[in-house]
């Protein structure tokens, strides 16, 4: 089972809200990430968690937070967003071992802020 | 330049035939080569996974790495109007946590 889930599908929100994303893999694998994807372009990276700590950070801004609070979930909290982070937003994880490098991504959540 | 360079097409081909879907890289250093393929407003579902020169095959897929020449493909054999979607390659160092460096990815049609 090769299985990332994603929940919303779909979001729509103001930019004064707050809302969560999250991600889930049962496939035992220690590293998570989150990618965002606009349309035609390819996915860039967000976060990476490696063992539920933080690792990478790809200058993301603060309305981005993101949480991994066991080895098997990945949260993304939003906040005061803007029409631009409009996107696809992809979840990955992988074994978190070298030489385990394959990604599988989740189906994504698409967000629209109005 | 970009680490990863692709032709984001479209490409247009009739069922049946050999599709070659291409990306060029400028950095020696990456060593795990990956092709995904992305159906519109889903996510990337992995294809092929390789690892240094040479080739790997699966089904109609093959996947061919030559790292002399910085350069990796993807051939489909017999392709379906099932295999219309958008094929990003990706490649990376390697590592126990990695950054995937995507190419642009390339809009195949294959029309019945």
């Known amino acids: 089972d090769t299985e990332v889930t994603q929940t919303p599908k779909h979001l729509v929100m103001g930019m004064t809200n707050k809302k969560s994303l999250k991600c889930e893999q049962h496939m035992g694998h220690r590293a998570m990430y989150w990618y965002k994807q606009k349309a035609k372009k390819p996915p860039e990276l967000m976060f990476v968690y490696s063992y539920e700590k933080l690792s990478i950070n790809e200058s993301v801004p603060s309305r981005f937070s993101p949480e991994c609070p066991n080895s098997s979930l990945l949260n993304l909290h939003l906040h005061a967003l803007q029409p631009e982070d409009s996107a696809l937003y992809l979840c990955a994880s992988s074994q978190g071992a070298a030489g385990q490098e394959t990604q599988y991504f989740g189906p994504g959540t698409r967000l629209l802020v109005l | 330049q970009k680490e990863v360079e692709q032709d984001p097409g479209p490409l247009s081909v009739p069922e049946g035939a050999i599709v070659s879907l291409n990306c060029t890289y400028s950095?020696?250093?990456?060593?795990?080569f990956m092709w995904y393929r992305q159906y519109s407003r889903k996510g990337p579902e992995l294809l092929m996974y390789t690892y240094s020169s040479g080739n790997k095959e699966d089904g109609r897929f093959t996947a061919q790495v030559d790292k002399s020449s910085k350069y990796i493909s993807l051939f489909i054999r017999d392709s379906q109007p099932s295999d219309s979607a958008t094929y990003l390659c990706a490649m990376n160092y390697g590592g126990a946590t990695n950054k995937l460096i995507f190419g642009t990815g390339t809009l195949l049609a294959v029309q019945p």
């Open positions: 950095n020696s250093a990456f060593q795990y």
